[in-house]
């Protein structure tokens, strides 16, 4: 097990929040809704809302009842509420996840933000990136680190302070 | 006390639900946290989930009951799922012939929950026994057996207002003999870690031993309710007078008819509820019914964000288990 | 045919025997009871070593089931397994449909039982035309017909007027009664034992009063009418102790338990099990423990099958519709010898309530291993172990509460009127 420490973390952050500015500029993107995925996401996006000292609140979604593998695993009980304080129909959103995988978590969240309305567009941000484990084609337009790992390896954020990240290896794949 | 309880699988997860009795707290538990996450659902402008989208659910409903059926079919469509109602008239055919040929063409058309009310006690687990593996029965109430959605309902509304369990004193006052919905209350509260519960009646309206369900027996009201967190009044239909069960409504109001004064036996900060629908001035009186401490239209509500949890969990639940992909 | 049964245990209540020899049968009676007769040349012999010789069983209460309900079981089949149990006479209650109130019904059932070859049938008069309970049915032709005894087949006759009359008939034609006591209004259409397990599973009780005020009225109308009553399938304790009470005061009753109701309760009804839906109803642990209390002592004369094959339909379905009866033929000694094993009775004690008994309550010469007797005996091996098992069961009715059961003792041999009806 590796663990990737608040500093190297912060470091990530700041390349996260430069490269979103970016992309706000570039398109001209005044005044987006940031909308962080539970849980990772949602500490993620704080940290991003902070560094870029946005104004519009932040909404927080939770997939649990959009996942595509409810009736392999079923559902935790304790799901803290989808919260999305802003209107979604019109408006530019960045959502934002701790780790971009195979996808499958950002077209649940895709899905369930078009429960709310029609948003403008919808950028990705992500903490890290692992291209090589896709199985939709979903990519970031924000990364804070692209890692190679193995299939048996998996990367976990812990958080919200101090934030962490802890890469583990299974013995199965 | 149960023969192997039917309702769980191996691992001990909720495949029907059937009762509430025999189930561990931790369970009951799940089932109210699940009921929580559900209920913001209905507040949004789309009120749907996909989670049971492409699943066919059937109401087997053998006992007329616009209400129940109503509330189960919302919860089915808020879970995206298929809906198809079955009234069967359960007169109509000789002695449990309709039950057998209707489940077998259901199943020839691979529907994966059905959601029975039957007025014969353990109809629910009759069907339980004969449906394939992998379909999920749901009990909308059984003869004088069970109601188990409407006594999760219940406790869901008591924990929202009143979430320490091992300190409630609840009282349950009507027609106890009859009634599913009390069977179903008793055991919740009891597996909740509820000591101090009382069943308040005429002794013509109490079941044979009741109290070795775990209660304490009262046959006049003010006793019954004093210092109680919760009193909840059970309906009394009008059938009863029949039978010599009771002498009249009039005298059914007078002595167990919750008022506003006989309320102040109970705590200051008691809640009234009441199963439904209610018959004004016979269990209780207007006042009470439409009062500061009546959760009453709470209770409608919770009922479908109840009735999603168990089905969400009773379908969501096929081999595997294994670890979410992110 | 001649038929010596050798080395075996001779077991005969009636004449109080319990001592090892041999029966000698020939032209369908037993010639000799102990020792065999030096002149006597068998054509067949059956060894019966280590097993026990009894009177075949008299079981004062099975329904074949014919004529009208056919598609439960037939008294060929029946027959069968009831010689597999032991058992070679049956009363056969009344409630067939057309009703036992026509001699053509009787000789009918006495026809098919012929055609068996396998059982000796005593078929129960109805007291009253089609157990309606209003007009009263043609007792004098019926005895003549061959009815052992009159009686009600458990549909109680409410009014008791007509209930006192027909007592009164009955015993003026000389017919005992058989009554199953029910109180209709006191049953109201209950399905189980009134207690903690029918408030738990929700099923509409049936209170300890609807059997015991039965018993009480006809208890009395009893003593009024003079009729020799015997009383069907005791349910309760207080039932039990009632009987004893009333036999302690001279009344010349009699009474019988169904086995189910002696080795089964209403815990057994959990997780609503049809196959312990049963009337009688399943009662408490008490009232199981004062029947077996009351069959060893006495008080309750006999044990009977209570036999009732269902189809699969009618015990396919909720417990309240599903249909009352379990098929029990096959048990009933097996069940009995679990008492001897368990030294709550002796041989002759319980074999006394299956065969000698009965025989007394319908006024039979046989239920006996004595000289002259119809040749209707068992053999028995009290220690073959077997398991209940519903897919082997004879009968066509597989509702047996005991499916999975582990007994120990089993029929060998059947000898009915001297021929050999069964072998196993």
């Known amino acids: ?112 933000i078009f429960d709310y309305g029609r948003p403008a567009s919808i950028g990705l941000a992500v903490l890290i990136d692992r291209p090589d484990a896709r199985e939709l084609p979903i990519q970031a337009d924000v990364t804070g680190k692209s890692l190679h790992l193995q299939p048996n390896e998996h990367v976990k954020l812990h958080g919200p302070e101090p934030l962490a990240l802890e890469i583990t290896t299974t013995n199965d794949g | 006390m149960t023969a192997d309880n039917i309702q769980l699988d191996d691992q001990g997860r909720l495949k029907h639900f059937l009762s509430t009795e025999g189930l561990s707290r931790q369970l009951l538990t799940e089932i109210l946290d699940y009921a929580e996450s559900f209920a913001g659902v209905s507040g949004r402008a789309v009120k749907k989930v996909p989670l049971l989208r492409g699943r066919t659910i059937v109401n087997l409903f053998f006992e007329a009951s616009t209400r129940t059926r109503t509330t189960f079919e919302l919860a089915a469509k808020r879970l995206s799922a298929d809906v198809l109602n079955l009234n069967v008239d359960a007169s109509a055919t000789s002695k449990g012939e309709s039950l057998q040929d209707t489940l077998h063409n259901l ?19 009759f069907i339980a026994r004969q449906v394939a593996p992998g379909v999920a029965v749901i009990n909308a109430g059984d003869g004088r057996h069970a109601h188990p959605t409407q006594a999760m309902l219940d406790v869901f509304t008591i924990r929202r207002h009143k979430p320490d369990f091992e300190s409630l004193k609840v009282a349950i006052v009507g027609d106890i003999m009859h009634s599913r919905v009390a069977r179903s209350e008793i055991h919740a509260l009891k597996g909740l870690g509820v000591n101090d519960v009382r069943v308040i009646a005429p002794r013509t309206l109490l079941p044979a031993a009741i109290e070795t369900l775990g209660v304490q027996v009262h046959d006049r009201l003010e006793e019954g309710i004093d210092g109680v967190d919760v009193v909840m009044m059970l309906r009394l239909q009008r059938e009863r007078m029949h039978g010599a069960l009771l002498p009249s409504e009039n005298e059914f109001f007078n ?42 239209l709470q209770q409608v509500s919770h009922g479908i964000a109840i009735r999603m949890a168990v089905m969400a969990m009773t379908m969501g639940r096929k081999p595997g288990g294994e670890e979410a992909e992110e | 045919m001649k038929l010596l049964i050798k080395n075996a245990r001779l077991l005969d209540p009636a004449t109080e025997t319990d001592k090892k020899g041999s029966l000698a049968v020939a032209k369908g009676r037993i010639v000799a009871m102990g020792r065999k007769p030096n002149d006597f040349t068998p054509d067949k012999e059956i060894d019966a070593a280590g097993r026990w010789a009894c009177p075949g069983i008299i079981d004062l209460g099975a329904r074949f089931r014919e004529p009208g309900l056919e598609h439960k079981a037939a008294i060929a089949g029946e027959a069968r397994a009831a010689a597999a149990g032991g058992i070679t006479t049956v009363c056969y209650p009344p409630d067939t449909d057309p ?86 209004f006191l049953r109201n259409n209950g399905v189980a034992h009134e207690g903690a397990m029918s408030t738990r599973l929700g099923l509409p009780p049936i209170a300890e009063t609807a059997e015991t005020v039965a018993l009480q009225q006809a208890l009395l109308l009893v003593e009024q009418t003079g009729v020799r009553a015997h009383f069907c399938r005791l349910s309760t304790a207080r039932s039990a102790a009632m009987i004893g009470a009333a036999k302690k005061s001279g009344l010349p009753v009699t009474a019988d338990a169904a086995v189910a109701n002696l080795f089964l309760t209403d815990m057994d009804i959990d997780g609503y099990n049809t196959d312990c839906h049963l009337i009688p109803p399943l ?90 007797a119809n040749a209707d005996i068992i053999i028995v091996d009290p220690d073959r172990s077997w398991t209940v098992d519903r897919e082997a069961m004879l009968s066509s009715g597989r509702n047996t509460p005991f499916h999975g059961w582990e007994m120990s003792g089993r029929v060998t041999h059947t000898i009915l009127g001297g021929r050999l009806v069964f072998e196993g």
């Not at chain 3, 019926?142 to 008791?160: D, F, M, Q, W």
């Not at chain 3, 009732?308 to 009995?336: C, I, N, W, Y």
């Open chain 3, 283 to 372: 009662r408490g642990q008490a009232d199981r423990d004062a029947l077996l209390r009351g069959v060893a002592d006495g008080t309750i004369d006999a044990v009977c099958s209570d036999h009732q094959p269902h189809d699969f339909d009618a015990k396919a379905a909720p417990f309240s519709l599903s249909e009352p009866g379990a098929s029990t033929l096959e048990v009933l000694l097996p069940l009995m010898l679990e008492r001897v094993q368990r030294k709550a009775m002796t041989p002759l004690q319980m074999l006394r309530c299956l065969t000698a008994a009965p025989a007394a309550v319908i006024g039979l010469e046989s239920g006996t291993l004595r000289k002259d």
């Open chain 1, 1 to 112: 097990m590796t663990t990737i420490d608040t500093g190297e973390i912060e470091q990530f952050l700041t390349t996260m929040a430069r490269q979103l500015e970016d992309y706000l500029v570039e398109r001209g993107f005044g005044d987006p809704g940031i909308i962080g995925i539970h849980s990772g996401g949602v500490w993620i996006a704080q940290a991003l809302h902070r560094a870029l000292a946005l104004e519009s609140p932040l909404g927080e979604l939770n997939i649990a009842f959009y996942r595509d593998d409810f009736s392999r695993i079923g559902m935790h009980p304790r799901v803290t509420p989808t919260n999305l304080p802003f209107e979604v129909e019109g408006r530019h959103i960045i959502l934002v996840d701790d780790v971009l995988y195979t996808g499958r978590t950002i077209r649940a969240a895709m899905n369930e």
């Open chain 2, 107 to 125: 199943e020839a058309m691979h529907c994966d929950m059905f959601i029975v009310r039957h007025n014969n006690s353990g109809a629910a687990h």
């Open chain 2, 255 to 296: 002595t167990y008819g919750l008022t506003e004064k006989k309320l102040r036996a109970a705590k200051a900060d008691a809640i009234v509820m009441h199963p439904g629908p209610i018959n004004r001035g016979v269990e209780i009186d207007s006042r009470v019914a439409d009062g500061n401490r009546s959760v009453i």
């Open chain 3, 99 to 184: 009703v036992i109130d026509t001699s053509a019904v009787v000789e009918l059932i006495h026809r098919r039982a012929d055609a068996s070859g396998r059982i000796r049938i005593h078929p129960i008069a109805a007291l009253t035309r089609g157990l309606a309970g209003e007009y009263l049915a043609e007792m004098a032709e019926l005895k003549e017909a061959g009815c052992v005894a009159a009686g009600n087949a458990g549909r109680p006759i409410v009014n008791t007027q007509i209930l006192r009359r027909a007592l009164e008939y009955a015993a003026s034609v000389g017919l005992p009664v058989f009554i199953q006591p029910e109180d209709s």
